[in-house]
């Protein structure tokens, strides 16, 4: 079974086991139910058979991340990632307290039979990269006489993924399908957003609701108005390696790519601008015959397409140092003052290293690793986000420094590593409760979330001798 369907299949699975799972700035207007929830077989709220016989989403209450849930006649329990069907075939969001960086506490055999293989974890509750045993061979094999070519830029802005938002329309053909729970899931839902400490918060929660009406809206980027009160790019999508000539990262893809896809990158020695008089560098020759696979997390409208040299297009790589590019929520996210040398904002470190008071444009690979490992600690050495040096050490390390490098391509299956990384532990469903924040630098690792009680048009609760004929929530 591909590794994809296996994390499906498991999110699906109502509970039976527990779950290690997990370029441009874009502001999607808010979402409402008639807008996202085209398909009548998935319902926007819990059935009234699934909860009390209200139809309500559940009391006002708060979400705590690293408290235990508890199961009460009003509520369903809902981890962040996992998912429980409900009578009308969509998730129900408990208003009970969840934890989205550990597993439910399995009930059943079958998953009780499986606690002797659980994974180690890493200290923001994924599986270490060792744990996920031997990478597929399909990684590292060789596609040079067949697959087209393309190249790598660079870049981290540190805003909120384009992935990260939900779909605005039926035209939005990138981001995950909203038509129902299934598709949504089966799209692997939204990528991962967190906030200024590298905590991971929702993607989207309700909006600003009133007793008359509700919708949804997505946590605001950090690379809009709200700065360090907005969301960024969680710090461990940076490039990871798995071995010598194995590593994983992520990537803005061209305006019609999807997110969530996957492929497998095999670099051929060369450069995108390279010709007679340009020949390729030592830092380039250095990387042919290793092997990245990407996922996309990002759409960057500025991506090129292909061209009849490099047909297969252009991946911007996301790795830290690599450019802040035109939108920058790197330099809030790392405080290091307006004069901070982040290098060029397309192009970042090694731009900065290709110029002739550096290493110049004809340097030798030692002195391209070591301007850019320089520049990486004086950024990040004391930042106190340990994922954001170690990606930037790899730019150098693994991947040569290299600059434009050119690759042969195929789509492959992702491996569970990038998904586990990329996919949302807390909005695994397209319904929930949560409160709205405008301010999302106070929030902490295990602070609780606000919830609200929100109702379906028709199913309000009686006030006063009367029914609200609305959707709505209790709202004060």
Same mark, same amino acid.
């Given at each position: 079974?591909?590794?994809?369907?296996?994390?499906?299949?498991?999110?699906?699975?109502?509970? @039976?086991? @527990?779950?290690?799972?997990?370029? $441009?700035?874009?502001?999607?207007?808010?979402?409402?139910?008639?807008?996202?929830?085209?398909?009548?077989?998935?319902?926007?709220?819990?059935? $009234?058979?699934?909860?009390?016989?209200?139809?309500?989403?559940?009391?006002?209450? /708060?979400?705590?991340?690293?408290?235990?849930?508890?199961?009460? $006649?009003?509520?369903?329990?809902?981890?962040?990632?996992? @998912?429980?069907?409900?009578?009308?075939?969509?998730?129900?969001?408990?208003?009970?307290?969840?934890?989205?960086?550990?597993?439910?506490?399995?009930?059943?055999?079958?998953?009780?039979?499986?606690?002797?293989?659980?994974?180690?974890?890493?200290?923001?509750?994924?599986?270490?990269?060792?744990?996920?045993?031997?990478? /597929?061979?399909?990684?590292?094999? +060789?596609?040079?006489?067949?697959?087209?070519?393309?190249?790598?830029?660079?870049?981290?802005?540190?805003?909120?993924?384009?992935?990260?938002?939900?779909?605005?329309?039926?035209? +939005?053909?990138?981001?995950?399908?909203?038509?129902?729970?299934?598709?949504?899931?089966?799209?692997?839902?939204?990528?991962?957003?967190?906030?200024?400490? +590298?905590?991971?918060?929702?993607?989207?929660?309700?909006?600003?609701?009133?007793? /008359?009406?509700?919708?949804?809206?997505?946590?605001?980027?950090?690379?809009?108005?709200?700065?360090?009160?907005?969301?960024?790019?969680?710090?461990?999508?940076?490039?990871?390696?798995?071995?010598?000539?194995?590593?994983?990262?992520?990537? @803005?893809?061209?305006?019609?790519?999807?997110?969530?896809?996957?492929?497998?990158?095999?670099?051929?020695?060369?450069?995108?601008?390279?010709?007679?008089?340009?020949?390729?560098?030592?830092?380039?020759?250095?990387?042919?015959?290793?092997?990245?696979?990407?996922?996309?997390?990002?759409?960057?409208?500025?991506?090129?397409?292909?061209?009849?040299?490099?047909?297969?297009?252009?991946?911007?790589?996301?790795?830290?140092?690599?450019?802040?590019?035109?939108?920058?929520?790197?330099?809030?996210?790392?405080?290091?003052?307006?004069?901070?040398?982040?290098?060029?904002?397309?192009?970042?470190?090694?731009?900065?290293?290709?110029?002739?008071?550096?290493?110049?444009?004809?340097?030798?690979?030692?002195?391209?690793?070591?301007?850019?490992?320089?520049?990486?600690?004086?950024?990040?050495?004391?930042?106190?986000?340990?994922?954001?040096?170690?990606?930037?050490?790899?730019?150098?390390?693994?991947?040569?420094?290299?600059?434009?490098?050119?690759?042969?391509?195929?789509?492959?299956?992702?491996?569970?590593?990038?998904?586990?990384?990329?996919?949302?532990?807390?909005?695994?469903?397209?319904?929930?409760?949560?409160?709205?924040?405008?301010?999302?630098?106070?929030?902490?690792?295990?602070?609780?979330? +606000?919830?609200?009680?929100?109702?379906?048009?028709?199913?309000?609760?009686?006030?006063?001798?009367?029914?609200?004929?609305?959707?709505?929530?209790?709202?004060?």
């Amino acid at each position: 079974m591909i590794m994809k369907k296996i994390l499906l299949s498991s999110i699906l699975a109502a509970g @039976a086991c @527990a779950m290690f799972n997990a370029c $441009s700035d874009d502001s999607p207007s808010p979402l409402t139910p008639s807008v996202a929830a085209s398909s009548s077989s998935v319902d926007w709220f819990v059935s $009234s058979s699934s909860v009390d016989g209200s139809g309500d989403l559940g009391s006002s209450s /708060s979400v705590a991340p690293g408290s235990s849930a508890s199961n009460s $006649s009003s509520s369903v329990v809902v981890p962040p990632n996992s @998912a429980t069907s409900s009578s009308n075939g969509g998730p129900s969001q408990s208003s009970s307290s969840v934890n989205p960086t550990s597993s439910a506490n399995p009930t059943s055999s079958a998953a009780e039979s499986s606690s002797s293989n659980e994974p180690q974890l890493d200290a923001s509750g994924f599986p270490t990269l060792e744990s996920y045993g031997p990478p /597929s061979a399909e990684y590292t094999k +060789d596609i040079s006489a067949t697959a087209k070519r393309g190249w790598n830029t660079r870049y981290w802005d540190a805003c909120k993924p384009h992935c990260s938002w939900l779909r605005e329309s039926a035209n +939005d053909v990138t981001r995950a399908d909203t038509s129902s729970n299934e598709a949504y899931l089966a799209d692997l839902a939204t990528a991962r957003n967190c906030n200024i400490h +590298d905590v991971e918060v929702p993607t989207f929660t309700l909006g600003n609701v009133t007793k /008359s009406w509700f919708g949804y809206e997505g946590t605001r980027s950090a690379c809009g108005d709200e700065k360090e009160k907005g969301v960024f790019t969680c710090t461990d999508m940076a490039p990871i390696a798995v071995n010598d000539t194995l590593a994983y990262a992520y990537v @803005a893809g061209t305006g019609d790519s999807k997110c969530g896809k996957c492929y497998h990158l095999q670099y051929d020695g060369h450069f995108k601008d390279e010709f007679e008089n340009n020949p390729p560098k030592a830092t380039h020759k250095a990387l042919k015959g290793k092997h990245l696979v990407v996922m996309a997390s990002n759409i960057g409208h500025d991506v090129a397409g292909g061209n009849a040299n490099l047909p297969a297009g252009q991946f911007d790589l996301m790795v830290p140092g690599g450019g802040v590019g035109a939108f920058d929520a790197l330099s809030t996210q790392v405080n290091k003052g307006s004069d901070f040398n982040w290098g060029a904002g397309f192009g970042g470190f090694l731009t900065e290293c290709q110029k002739n008071t550096n290493c110049g444009t004809e340097g030798s690979l030692e002195c391209y690793q070591t301007c850019v490992k320089d520049m990486c600690d004086a950024a990040f050495g004391n930042a106190g986000l340990p994922n954001l040096l170690r990606g930037c050490h790899w730019f150098a390390d693994w991947y040569m420094a290299a600059d434009n490098p050119t690759y042969y391509i195929e789509e492959v299956e992702c491996p569970q590593y990038l998904i586990d990384h990329y996919m949302t532990r807390y909005n695994t469903s397209l319904e929930n409760n949560f409160k709205k924040v405008t301010d999302w630098s106070t929030f902490k690792e295990g602070d609780v979330l +606000d919830t609200l009680h929100c109702w379906k048009a028709g199913e309000a609760p009686p006030e006063n001798g009367w029914q609200n004929p609305s959707a709505g929530c209790d709202v004060k």
